[in-house]
């Protein structure tokens, strides 16, 4: 029955995916600053340098930065990290009441690291890039509702912020890929369900809130198709992987 549903849905995400993203994509201007924020697909770009070569490429004349805070386990509102305070575990005002529970034990961090705000603010962001969706998934369908709405605030709160000094960043969300079935391994069909409705879930959170989103979900399923490995262990992409993710983001992003 997963598998059934698997294959109905992936046509339809798709091409909504397309149809959504034909005309909203964003300019870049010269002397931008991008930051990248998420968690593990996003992190794993510093092993892999496809997606900056692919910008720097394509906008020589630039004079881009781009920074990677993205870490393991974030979620839009949950920023753990051993350096911050208690409060600073959470990225904005009110995402403690957000995130799922099981992340709201007190865990007694100590030390000045800087907020996710104080961080984007220092580096005077203009683009924020955000990959979500992975960790929160594995919750299913049970806790989507409650993601949606972590994921509302985190959008609104970015949008309300002026890292740059002078306006609103600019802003994508970037959903996360599918598994690739892995013999021995796993086979994906449940996880892929579960990312199916999170994909569409941050789909309409996106749209309610005027932000350009990203499907890559449903082209990693076609690049999965010629049998080659595009992951290390049916989630985490491995070199090639990245290598197809990075052009695909530059168009899907930058047009």
Known sequence: MIVQLFRMFVPLV??????ANVHATLELKKG???SLVGAGMG???????????????RFPALDLTIRNLCDEGNTPGFRPHPG??????????????????????SSGPKGHFE????????????VVLAFFGFNSSFDGKRELGRFKKELDAFLKHTLS????????????LISPTALQPMPGVTSGSRQNANLILYVEGMRQVAKQNKVLFVDAFSPSNA????????TVDGALLNDLGYRKLAPFLGDSIFG
């Open 14 to 19: 798709f091409s909504c995916a397309i149809a």
């Open 32 to 34: 931008d600053r991008i």
């Open 43 to 57: 992190s794993r770009m510093v092993h892999y340098g496809h997606f900056e070569t692919e910008l720097y490429l």
């Open 84 to 105: 911050r305070g208690q409060n600073g575990q959470y990225a904005f005002p009110g995402a403690k009441e957000l995130i799922h529970k099981k992340l709201q034990a």
């Open 115 to 126: 907020t996710p705000d104080q961080w984007l603010t220092r580096l005077e962001t203009d």
């Open 161 to 172: 912020q002026k890292y740059n000094g002078k306006s609103a960043p600019k802003l994508a």
């Open 223 to 230: 690049w999965y198709a010629d049998g080659k490995p595009h």
